[in-house]
């Protein structure tokens, strides 16, 4: 069975932080995402990841930014932490078009 | 790039009813159509796809309907149970370049009553 793992079930931070979200696949899948999940605006992609340091804005990049030194590991990084960013964040990873979903991390700015 | 509206935001049914969830999509060029169901606590899972040269396709309980006419295409959930119990999220790709990348739809809450 395809794993994504996210290093962070429950997070919570203050306002200005620098925020690290992890995740990791376990399937040598060349394509990762990560998303926020907000109620009534579903999954919105943030950035997406085709390869190794390879990435490309998603809808709502602002404010994140993203590394991929390693195939299995996507990084969602928030420079400064903003109240606005309080969201669930999911990542995943695809093959042939079918994505695979990490639990999520609940952030919570404060 | 796709924008895919979905409907409705929360349905309640009665155990062994049938559910409907239908989504639309702007992006005449779309060709797939997955299906995820995310349970409480757990990121999304795919459960369906269909593909534009078929139009409908089945899965024990569950089915996919497209009408690439009118650009809408629909889930439905038969003999429905409590463990359907979930958000049920639609999708089509963003773009037309065959990148894997999807537009989600808002999801839809459903609650199978006892």
């Known amino acids: 069975d395809v794993k994504v793992t996210q290093s962070s079930r429950y997070l919570v931070k203050r306002t200005g932080e620098k925020v690290f979200l992890e995740c990791v696949q376990d399937?040598?899948?060349?394509?990762m995402f990560w998303y926020r999940q907000d109620p009534g605006l579903g999954l919105r992609l943030i950035y997406f990841s085709y390869d190794v340091k390879m990435k490309e804005k998603g809808d709502i990049p602002e404010g994140y930014s993203v590394s991929r030194e390693k195939k299995e590991r996507f990084s969602l990084i928030l420079e400064s932490a903003s109240t606005n960013q309080t969201s669930m964040y999911l990542c995943?990873?695809?093959?042939?078009?079918?994505?695979?979903f990490g639990p999520g991390t609940r952030l919570t700015v404060t | 790039g796709e924008n895919v509206e979905q409907h409705p935001s929360t349905l309640s049914v009665q155990e062994g009813d049938s559910a409907v969830i239908k989504c639309t999509y702007s992006?005449?060029?779309?060709?797939?159509f997955p299906w995820y169901k995310q349970e409480l606590g757990k990121g999304p899972q795919l459960i369906i796809d269909?593909?534009?040269?078929?139009g409908e396709k089945k899965d024990q309980r569950i089915a996919v309907t497209l009408n690439k006419t009118a650009k809408h295409f629909s889930l439905h959930i038969t003999e429905t149970q409590p463990e359907d119990s979930a958000v049920y999220f639609c999708?089509?790709?963003?773009?037309?370049?065959?990148?894997?990348?999807?537009?989600f739809g808002a999801g839809t809450t459903v609650t199978v009553r006892a």
């Open positions: 999708a089509a790709p963003l773009t037309n370049q065959n990148d894997y990348k999807l537009s």
């Open positions: 399937m040598d899948h060349e394509n």
């Open positions: 269909i593909r534009s040269n078929v």
């Open positions: 992006d005449s060029a779309s060709n797939y």
């Open positions: 995943a990873s695809s093959s042939m078009g079918v994505q695979y």
